[in-house]
Structures are given as structure tokens and as C-alpha cells.
């Protein structure tokens, strides 16, 4: 099992920036990637961004590449996941899950509770 646990979101105004991170815990040895999704009001859930547990390859939504930016600081048993948001937009408002995909699976089962971000003036 993995242990999942997103922080940092809050309000912050258009144009500013924000970083949250997802604390890994337990079996990451078997994690093969890392993403956030994200979950507007009365919207589905969408697609963030992805990287590989490795730190070797990302993957971004295309409504926030160069904008957004995913980094990995890992090691044995655990690691942290940050996600750099910059120039946020009100509509980036949501609240921002994390959550792990072990090697050979096509699903993410580990998640996170969420970090409520929003971006207002």
C-alpha cells in the first residue's frame, strides 16, 4: 500500500503563484508514476500532470503546460511530489488530488484527500 497526503493549496490571486506538495509514503518502490488531478465545482474530475516516480519523464494537460511545472524529490519508502503553479488563472480554481499508479496497472489507486486551491482577488 501507499499513503498519500497532498498540502499547501489556498487562495491566492490571479497571476500568483503556488507550489503543492504530496507526501508518498510506504510501498513507492512499487510506484511507477505520480500525478495530480484536479476537480472544479460541478465539473468532473481532469488530468494535471504526471511524472515518473524515476523524476525521468513528465506529462502536462494542455491547459497548463508552461505554466506548470512537476518535480520529485524520492527515496526508499517514500517521497514528496511538488507541483509549481505559476500565473494560476481563476479558472485553475479546485480542489488538486494527488495519486499513484504501481508498475503493470493502468489505474491509480493510491489517492490523496485533496488541497482545496483557489484563485480569486
Known amino acids: 500500500q501507499v499513503q498519500l497526503e497532498e498540502s499547501g493549496g489556498r487562495l491566492v490571486q490571479p497571476g500568483g503563484s503556488l507550489t503543492v506538495s504530496c507526501a508518498a509514503s510506504?510501498?513507492?518502490?512499487?510506484?511507477?508514476?505520480m500525478a495530480w488531478f484536479r476537480q472544479a465545482p460541478g465539473k468532473e474530475r481532469e488530468f494535471v500532470a504526471r511524472?515518473?516516480?524515476?523524476?525521468?519523464?513528465?506529462?502536462?494537460a494542455a491547459s497548463v503546460k508552461g505554466r506548470f511545472t512537476l518535480s520529485i524529490d524520492n527515496a526508499k519508502n517514500t517521497g514528496t511530489v511538488y507541483l509549481q503553479m505559476n500565473n494560476l488563472k481563476p479558472e485553475d480554481t479546485a480542489v488538486y488530488y494527488c495519486?499513484?499508479?504501481?508498475?503493470?496497472?493502468?489505474?491509480?489507486?493510491?489517492w490523496g484527500q485533496g488541497t482545496q486551491v483557489t484563485v480569486s482577488s
Open positions: 495519486a499513484g499508479r504501481s508498475f503493470g496497472t493502468t489505474q491509480y489507486a493510491y
Open positions: 510506504g510501498r513507492t518502490d512499487s510506484v511507477y508514476d
Open positions: 511524472i515518473t516516480w524515476s523524476g525521468g519523464a513528465t506529462d502536462y
